[in-house]
């Protein structure tokens, strides 16, 4: 936000009015806070997705995971109901995630 603030002044002092720099100012302040969730988010589908992966009885081959605010959605397929409660107990376990969207579907091979 400090970088925001002294890019905002600069462009104020080369030209720009104050409600253009006002304006400048929020952007990137805006641009900043989005760039943070979208971390974040891809934070906590690479904790699952690595939780995942270590946990045996999980085939990771037609999973698919994306995270958002806290908010974990699973899909793809699996091989059994067992397979689809296990993935479902791991993620619930993982720091960060508060709730779950199990679209698993179950497609025996």
């Known amino acids: 936000m400090k970088n925001a603030l002294l890019f905002a002044i600069a462009l104020a002092a080369?030209?720009?009015n104050s409600r253009d720099a006002g304006e400048l100012t929020r952007?990137?302040?805006?641009l900043a806070k989005t760039t943070g969730r979208a971390a974040g988010n891809a934070q906590l589908?690479?904790?699952?997705?690595?939780?995942?992966?270590?946990?045996?009885?999980?085939?990771?081959s037609g999973l698919r995971v994306?995270?958002?605010?806290?908010?974990v959605t699973l899909g793809g397929h699996v091989r059994n109901a067992a397979e689809k409660r296990r993935i479902q107990e791991t993620?619930?376990?993982?720091?960060?995630?508060e709730k779950v969207v199990n679209k698993l579907r179950i497609q025996p091979k």
């Open 14 to 16: 080369l030209g720009c």
């Open 27 to 30: 952007d990137v302040g805006q």
């Open 45 to 60: 589908a690479g904790r699952v997705n690595a939780a995942l992966a270590q946990r045996k009885g999980v085939d990771m």
């Open 66 to 71: 994306e995270a958002e605010k806290g908010v």
């Open 91 to 97: 993620v619930e376990g993982i720091r960060g995630v």
